[in-house]
């Protein structure tokens, strides 16, 4: 299997205010919309991002359709966690979880959309242990 692109799908109550939350705090822009969907994507990163909103008619499997996205977070790698803190808090955007270091290496920040979906951003400060990495 060649897997030529990927997208990830989130369902919530207002698709717009998530998309406007990637567009307007982490670089994103808007690929595509419609009633009830938004896709956005990233120019440094190799996925997109699509917003449905929770009930939409046309979603399948349709026994789904009134679910929200929920217990899950979008986490970026970025060049300096730190760096993102400041810029974000300049901008209003408030911290669910401020920079902390993992023992493993991993320094992270979360914060919310205004959907409920956390937003992760995380730095390396040392290389992640071998048994955390996968390769294919």
């Known amino acids: 299997m060649k897997v030529l692109d990927t997208a990830l799908s989130l369902t919530v109550d207002d698709p717009e205010a998530s998309a406007a939350f990637l567009v307007d705090h982490f670089g994103f822009a808007v690929l595509m919309g419609a009633d009830g969907f938004v896709s956005v994507g990233h120019p440094d990163a190799g996925v ?81 242990p071998a048994e955390a990495v996968v390769s294919g």
């Open 48 to 128: 997109s991002i699509a917003y449905l909103r929770t009930g939409l008619a046309s979603f399948r499997p349709a026994h789904l359709a009134g679910h929200r996205a929920d217990g899950l977070l979008l986490a970026f790698v970025v060049d300096d966690v730190d760096a993102e803190h400041d810029r974000l808090v300049a901008a209003g955007v408030t911290m669910l979880t401020p920079p902390e270091t993992e023992p493993w290496g991993e320094r992270y920040l979360q914060v919310m959309d205004p959907n409920g979906v956390v937003v992760q951003l995380v730095t390396w400060v040392t290389e992640p």
